[in-house]
């Protein structure tokens, strides 16, 4: 039957088939992986960022009723907050969404413009620093700030790493085939 094959001319082209059909497999399988550390790196980021917004809304809470007088300042670090809180969610399910993560970022930088107030604010009140909420808070801060940045380094590392994969060719034929869109970074 190979002979047959052989000589009607259909060896060549189902040897070049089966070649490019596992090509595809090789590259679709390496992707996946990539997209698979890509969801792997999100989840310290997710847990650095819960931890800094259970520390935040500590110290909102054990804040309020002294800065009574600065509600402005307050209620401005609890909406950012809501805002990186709101955005984060569609990335627990899918965290290659570029558009969500770019939405995060610009969350975080709200966060992060609104934050340094609130905590000008308490240390200007030794009544507040006394406290063991707002000591525990200001640990929680201190402690979530830099593995939220370790954890989002490594985020950004994978995601580079997809991306990359994604550019180059032959790969890059593939994306639009099986919907493997470029990854966002924070």
């Not at 090789?26 to 310290?44: D, E, F, K, S």
């Not at 309020?64 to 950012?80: F, S």
């Not at 200001?138 to 370790?150: D, I, M, N």
Request: overall charge positive; some cysteine.
């Amino acid at each position: 039957m190979l002979a047959e094959l052989g000589r009607s001319g259909l060896l060549g082209p189902l040897a070049l088939l089966a070649v490019l059909g596992l090509w595809m497999l090789g590259a679709h399988n390496r992707i996946t992986a990539l997209r698979a550390a890509v969801l792997a790196a999100w989840q310290p980021v997710e847990a650095a960022m819960q931890q800094r917004g259970q520390a935040l809304a500590a110290l909102l809470a054990a804040a309020a009723e002294v800065l009574v007088g600065e509600q402005a300042a307050l209620d401005a670090v609890q909406a950012a907050q809501a805002q990186v809180a709101a955005c984060a969610e569609p990335l627990r399910r899918r965290p290659i969404q570029r558009d969500a993560v770019a939405e995060l970022s610009k969350a975080d930088a709200v966060l992060a413009a609104t934050l340094p107030r609130l905590l000008a604010l308490v240390e200007q009140h030794p009544v507040l620093q006394a406290t063991d909420e707002v000591r525990n808070a200001l640990a929680g801060l201190a402690e979530a700030r830099p593995r939220l940045r370790f954890a989002r380094q490594a985020f950004n590392d994978a995601g580079q790493t997809y991306n990359a994969a994604l550019a180059q060719f032959p790969t890059r034929l593939l994306g639009p085939v099986f919907h493997f869109g470029h990854a966002g970074l924070l």
